[in-house]
């Protein structure tokens, strides 16, 4: 089984300022990784697909970047409504998913 | 626009199966992708629990594979996870989603949550 790690566990940042999130395969998966985000109550919305390509109708401000094992999630502004967890997903061998990095208010 | 709700019971007694049914509007089951299903326990992470073709192929996750029944109904575009001999780590928010071409899952439902106790 491919473990995906997610690093740091929070970031506690402020609107406005840049978020970069980590995700960490223990094993190369080529660019199949996906990028998620969670909020509280609500189902999971797609962000980024295939290391790199936003999913239709995601900002700008939200960047993938990434190839085998190092993966990074980017948020260059912060708006109010990007406070959530995110969540990284591979589908290189079956389907799992990182434990997630929680993006909260400074 | 595609959309998924789940259905079935909240509470589920141990050693008991879960059974939940996922209706899909919006989009043909018969049209194509694969159909998944998703677990979360409260305040965890995301399964991955299997999938479905419209054909009826599935594929699972190996640690539940020997528990886990996922079936395909096109004739009322919907699908459907049975989870046997449940316990308490069963507890969890399930989601049924769509998986894209790009092996993500693109659409989700609401998410049901099932407890499992006595």
């Known amino acids: 089984e491919i473990v995906l790690t997610q690093s740091p566990a929070t970031l506690s940042l402020s609107p406005g300022e840049r978020a970069t999130l980590s995700c960490r395969a223990s094993?190369?998966?080529?660019?199949?990784l996906a990028w998620y985000q969670q909020k509280p109550g609500q189902a999971p919305r797609l962000l980024i697909y295939?290391?790199?390509n936003r999913a239709t109708g995601i900002p700008a401000r939200f960047s993938g970047s990434g190839s085998g094992t190092d993966f990074t999630l980017t948020i260059s502004s912060l708006e109010p409504e990007d406070f959530a967890v995110y969540y990284c997903?591979?589908?290189?061998?079956?389907?799992?998913f990182g434990p997630g990095t929680k993006v909260d208010i400074k | 626009q595609v959309q998924l709700q789940e259905s079935g019971p909240g509470l589920v007694k141990p050693s008991e199966t879960l059974s939940l049914t996922c209706a899909v509007s919006?989009?043909?089951?018969?049209?194509?992708?694969?159909w998944g299903w998703i677990r979360q326990p409260p305040g965890k992470g995301l399964e991955w629990i299997g999938s479905?073709?419209?054909?009826?192929?599935?594929y699972y996750n190996p640690s539940l594979k020997s528990r886990v029944t996922i079936s395909v109904d096109t004739s009322k575009n919907q699908f459907s996870l049975k989870l046997s001999s449940v316990t308490a780590a069963d507890t969890a928010v399930y989601y049924c989603?769509?998986?894209?071409?790009?092996?993500?899952?693109?659409?989700w439902g609401q998410g049901t949550l099932v407890t499992v106790s006595s």
């Open positions: 989603a769509r998986l894209s071409s790009s092996g993500c899952f693109d659409y």
């Open positions: 919006g989009y043909s089951i018969s049209s194509g992708y694969y």
């Open positions: 479905i073709y419209h054909s009826g192929s599935t």
């Open positions: 094993q190369s998966v080529s660019s199949y």
């Open positions: 295939d290391a790199s």
């Open positions: 997903q591979q589908r290189s061998n079956s389907f799992t």
